[in-house]
């Protein structure tokens, strides 16, 4: 029973560990991805550029929560992006240890989890919590960016997972 127990916390940890750096890389892949296309997008001269992206606002929100008081405009940026990698690496986390338990979650080398996480998040959580519209005012534009964004994290995540894991995997 208490070799059960051990192989049970053995592979939550090596989960969770491979979980923890795939959050980050993919975080990192999924971020550099959308510098990438933000980039070679060409403006339309409208003001959609200039909205604030639902991860500032998230970023606000939790200001206002500890402090009273939202992020400062010229920290914005940073703080948008310590939530970004937050919520990957604990996206990562969840995925890395959901694998070790239920490979299924890795079908099709992570696409059905980028799919699903883009669908749950991006089209339901993120316009219900507030933080960006709703999926029938967004454009046809705005839905591909993000689940090509979010099938380059979970690509990312799925890689980084599998070699992590594999490497802490007791021999024999």
Partial sequence: MNAEREDRMARVLRGALA????????SFAMDRFQAAVSA?????GSDDGDAEPATEKAADGVAEAVTGHEVARPDKPLAGQGVHYAF???LGIAYGIAAEYRPAVTTGRGAVFGL???T????ALVPAAGLGDVPWKAGASSHLYSYASHL???GTAELVRAQVAETLRPAG
């Fill in 88 to 90: 990957g690496i604990g």
């Fill in 116 to 118: 699903g996480t883009a």
């Fill in 120 to 123: 749950l998040f991006d089209e």
């Fill in 40 to 44: 070679l997008t060409p403006s339309d």
């Fill in 19 to 26: 979980g923890l750096v795939a959050g980050v890389a993919a």
């Fill in 152 to 154: 380059v994290f979970s």
